[in-house]
């Protein structure tokens, strides 16, 4: 349980968490999620393990905590896609998006990796679920009740978290620049949130 002082966190429980947050991100950036436990994030943290157990459940846990602000920044990232609208040119927004990935690409094979965190994979791919979702309402001529953009936001949430899981892993895997288009051409194929947004209203 988090201590508090005149409605604040205590800064000690802070200043652990900080720890064990950076701890684990370096640990998952060096070696596969299976292999790590809490003993072994703990010792790089310089905390005893029982104090790991007081502020999280499980090292998923811990590792889900450690990501959220990058899942976050992922996930705002697609935001400033145009995924409803998909235009000829690939938007400078989805490269960005991919260079995003690709900056942190030892992160996202161990996250993403048959190695990795299932907690990771789910909230990432609900936090890009969600940001498809609100372009898909927002968009006055799309045609988009509730119900079906959050069937088309999983939809593509889940390719996209396909795509660079994938993408990571390849040994010579394209750039940015052409991953992006090459996800922007299938968007803009038959299945893309525009087209079947149409389609639904017909």
Not at 93 to 122: K, W
Not at 148 to 162: I, W
Request: glycine residues 6%; contains cysteine.
């Amino acid at each position: 349980m988090e201590k508090k002082t005149a409605g604040r966190v205590d800064p000690r429980v802070l200043r652990t968490r900080a720890l064990l947050r950076s701890a684990a991100l370096e640990m998952a950036g060096e070696r596969d999620i299976e292999s790590m436990t809490i003993a072994d994030i703990a010792e790089r943290a310089t905390v005893n393990r029982a104090t790991v157990y007081q502020h999280y459940r499980d090292r998923d846990a811990l590792l889900l905590d450690a990501m959220e602000e990058e899942v976050g920044r992922l996930a705002r990232a697609a935001a400033q896609c145009p995924l409803t609208r998909p235009a000829e040119r690939t938007p400078d927004e989805v490269v960005d998006l991919f260079r995003h990935v690709d900056a942190n690409a030892t992160l996202y094979q161990r996250m993403l990796g048959p190695g990795g965190s299932a907690r990771f994979v789910n909230r990432l791919r609900e936090l890009l679920a969600q940001e498809v979702e609100a372009q898909l309402v927002g968009a006055d001529d799309a045609g988009t009740g509730p119900a079906a953009a959050r069937l088309r936001g999983h939809y593509l949430a889940g390719a996209f978290v396909g795509v660079f899981t994938e993408w990571v892993s390849m040994t010579n895997r394209p750039s940015a620049p052409q991953a992006a288009s090459e996800v922007w051409r299938l968007l803009r194929g038959p299945s893309s949130p525009a087209s079947v947004a149409s389609e639904g209203t017909r």
